[in-house]
């Protein structure tokens, strides 16, 4: 857009792993249009309803503009300079007592700076991010496979396949302009088959070709009943598994991540039971249509996209089906083409960009390192210019852990008494609620220190509330579910005193170096956060008013840089993101100076990192032999099932106007007035059997909890018999009062879409 005399700059959308960009129309110090950006490989100038409004979570009525501390029960303003005393104070007193949650929202810049502040400076390792709740099972998924993280395909596969199977996804709601990529090509007058196997029908399944309904956890028997037909009709890709593939299984006693070597006549023994039949009655769909499934992938002439995002990751065989998706497509050679690949999605703008690859999580390290290798911790404390033995070699607590350990009185042995958490909302995000997060209220040692833009079912518990700044009222970078990396530029002011999430972490790392926190110096004795202008005087950035005198970002990004070429996810310079819509990892210089993107990894025609001559290479494999593991799981029930008490199947999940909690959409009128109010998703005939009718309140309670609700039949997402769905968008029907902790035992990553429950009339 132009000649309409505003400000026009680019930015990444605010909301899912899409990672569309938009055009950002700026007047008098105000966001005042969006538009879609046609410059942008990833949405084509197409935003969605989301997308259009963006530029509205800016302007609700109650944004926090002032530190608030509660005092004798009553929340009270107080000066920005107190707030980072009162956090700083708390931390120099009991340095490992204290944890930092943050976020897939977090900016590249932002979540760095956590990461160095936490493991580089306190030696702590208790940090993690919400992105646990919702990939990181697929983060394990991929390490497992491949022995690195994040997809080998990107977007384009969209536009290429001929089959794209959704595996317990709903992209025309969750993703939807990256889902009408397909649609659109249909309506160009290509052939694209769209098959959708799920728990419950969506508006995925209004578009698609074949609906396979599954019972929760079908999707484990499933690929291993397409596995075993591909072995079975050898019809599987026998070139490309000599060459790229070997086979791995988890022993039952002691699994651990990467397993154990099997042959292929061990995987062929162990699989041979899952004949379509036997399949059938583990996962409810019919042994027709796993036959079905698997002469599709047997055949060699189409290209096939699997997509998944929260159905496989929230799972307590998270980390066992996404490993066997990927099996698929190794197995019968749908990887790597164009067109042909498997590729999970992130529900976060940079669940990518800043959780796996700055490492956030508990256990990691910038750059795929871990705390727990020595070699590891001494390139990161080289890098970082910290002294030898900075960084922990323990892990730290995961999310549930933290958690648990921050809600149990200190005398019972928790041992987390002050959490700061940023950028999200874990009062509404947590599994089972009352335990989680509830049980904090009353206990007075405790401290919650939570930035943030709204109230919300977090700030009701917080003792510190610090106002943030939110998307472009700062800089920052994202990085998207096909690792683009994308960068913005600060266009309007906060409203009142709300700041920077990332200021506040520098601010106060620099309050505890002027303690005299010896974590927060570096080898030189400088302030680990220094940054110096041109004649070399430090910038005090930790004062806000000297924030924006040097570009913050820029600096954090440089120096996280250097970490990204240790697992060949190499960025380019700053600059080049100020110039693009993103660029996708790894990014290597050319000879004429350009840099180049990567679309397709580990396949030898794109990526740089194959060697010479070579079709395929899984260069991070963890057999060190190039090549990628196959691996066998076998098929375990669920944690809960519904019985004579609870008989229904609970399903949580999100819906097309409201992005997550709906802390920001929420106070967007026109996407609230679409999408008011949460309610639960029933069958006709459950409803007519318990008397139940169209928008009458029911309780929903599980062994944990209750939530009440209207019921919604023949909604827009349809539950077969005995399932029930419910979104948890809305902070004032708390639907994960009742969901359950139980989790993968490599990810840590809850289950959230499956639990037992009743449903009574009110
Ligand atoms: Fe934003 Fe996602 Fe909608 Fe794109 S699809 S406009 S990134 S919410």
């Known amino acids: 857009p132009d000649g309409d005399g505003l400000m026009w700059n680019k ?5 899912c792993g899409t990672g569309c960009h938009v055009q950002v129309g700026v007047e008098d110090g105000r966001v005042v249009a969006i538009a879609g950006d046609k410059a942008a490989d990833v949405n084509k100038g197409l935003l969605c309803v989301k997308g259009y409004h963006v530029g509205g979570i800016l302007y609700g009525k109650d944004r926090l503009t002032k530190p608030l501390l509660r005092k004798d029960g009553e929340l009270t303003e107080i000066e920005w300079d107190e707030a980072i005393d009162i956090v700083a104070k708390r931390i120099m007193d009991a340095p490992d ?21 936490m493991k580089g400076g306190l030696g702590n390792n208790h940090i993690d991010p919400n992105a646990r709740l919702c990939m990181a099972s697929a983060v394990t998924g991929f390490l497992a496979t491949y022995g690195v993280d994040e997809p080998a395909g990107c977007y384009a596969d969209l536009d290429e396949c001929d089959v794209l199977i959704t595996w317990g996804n709903n992209p025309a709601e969750m993703h939807p302009v990256l889902f009408s990529r397909v649609t659109d090509r249909r309506s160009r007058g290509e052939t694209v088959r769209i098959i959708d196997i799920g728990t419950r029908r969506t508006r995925t399944t209004d578009a698609s070709n074949d609906y396979l309904e599954m019972k929760p956890h079908g999707d484990v028997a499933i690929s291993l009943g397409i596995m075993h037909l591909l072995i079975e009709n050898d019809s599987y890709d026998k070139s490309f598994v000599a060459k790229h593939c070997n086979f791995r299984g988890d022993e039952a006693d002691t699994p651990t991540l990467h ?6 006549e061990e995987f062929r023994k162990r699989i041979a039971k899952y004949t379509p039949e036997h399949v059938e009655e583990l996962s409810g769909v019919p042994a027709d249509k796993i036959r079905m499934l698997a002469e599709l992938f047997g055949n060699h002439d189409i290209r096939i996209t699997s997509l998944w995002c929260m159905g496989m990751n929230q799972h307590t065989m998270g980390t066992a089906i996404n490993s066997l998706v990927h099996g698929v497509h190794l197995l019968s050679g749908h990887f ?23 490492g956030t999580l508990a256990h990691a390290l910038p750059g795929g390192r871990l705390v727990a290798k020595p070699d590891h911790r001494a390139q990161c404390e080289e890098l970082w210019n910290v002294r030898e033995g900075s960084i922990n070699p323990m892990p730290g607590y995961h999310t549930v852990k933290m958690f648990e350990q921050f809600t149990k009185p200190t005398s019972e042995g928790g041992d987390i008494n002050t959490l700061f958490v940023q950028v999200t909302n874990p009062g509404q995000t947590l599994p089972n609620l009352n335990t989680l997060f509830n049980d904090k209220e009353g206990l007075e040692d405790k401290f ?32 998207n579910s096909e690792r683009r990396t994308q960068q913005w530029f600060k266009m309007v002011d906060p409203p009142g005193e709300a700041r920077d999430d990332c200021w506040m972490t520098i601010a106060i790392a620099h309050r505890l170096f002027e303690l005299g926190h010896e974590g927060m110096k570096n080898k030189d004795g400088e302030f680990i956060f220094a940054v110096k202008d041109d004649s070399g005087e430090e910038i005090p950035v930790w004062e806000f008013e000297h924030y924006y005198d040097t570009n913050v970002d820029k600096h954090l990004f440089e120096e996280y840089r250097a970490f990204t070429t240790m697992k060949h996810k190499n960025l380019a310079p700053y600059e080049e993101y100020v110039a693009a819509r993103g660029l996708r990892w790894p990014v290597v210089e050319q000879p004429d100076g350009s840099w180049r993107e990567t679309k397709f990894r580990f396949s030898g025609f794109d990526d740089p990192f194959v060697a010479e001559g070579q079709e395929f290479e899984f260069y991070h494999s963890s057999s060190n032999d190039g090549r990628a593991q ?4 076998e098929y375990a029930p669920p944690p809960e099932k519904p019985d004579a008490e609870y008989p229904f199947w609970l399903c949580t999940g999100r819906v097309l106007e409201h992005w997550h909690t709906g802390t920001m959409t929420r106070r967007v009128s026109q996407l609230s007035r679409a999408m008011p109010t949460s309610y639960v998703e029933m069958h006709a005939e459950d409803a007519r059997a318990a008397n139940i009718r169209q928008g009458e309140t029911v309780v929903i309670e599980s062994r944990r909890g209750v939530c009440e609700l209207p019921v919604w039949i023949d909604g827009r997402g349809r539950p077969p ?26 990810s840590k990553q809850p289950d959230y879409k499956k639990c037992a429950v009743k449903v009574v009339k009110k």
Not at 11 to 15: K, N, Q
Not at 259 to 264: V, Y
Not at 732 to 746: G, Q, W, Y
Request: one cysteine or more.
């Open 11 to 15: 930015a990444p959308c605010r909301f």
């Open 97 to 117: 007592k204290f944890a930092f949650y943050g976020s897939g929202q977090w900016t590249i810049p932002e979540g760095f700076a956590a990461q160095k502040f």
């Open 259 to 264: 397993g154990e070597a099997i042959t292929e």
């Open 336 to 358: 790597g083409r164009p067109g042909d690949a498997p590729t999970s999605l992130t529900g976060q703008p940079s669940a990518c960009g800043t959780v796996r690859e700055v």
């Open 448 to 479: 919650l220190i939570v930035s943030e833009v709204y109230p919300t079912a977090t700030t009701r518990l917080a003792d510190l509330i610090l106002p943030a700044a939110l998307w472009v009222e700062k800089n920052g970078m994202f990085g």
């Open 630 to 633: 196959i691996w066998f799981h």
């Open 721 to 746: 018999r005995g399932t029930i769905f419910v979104p948890f968008f809305d902070e004032t029907k708390l639907i994960n009062n009742c969901t359950l902790e139980a989790h993968d035992p490599f």
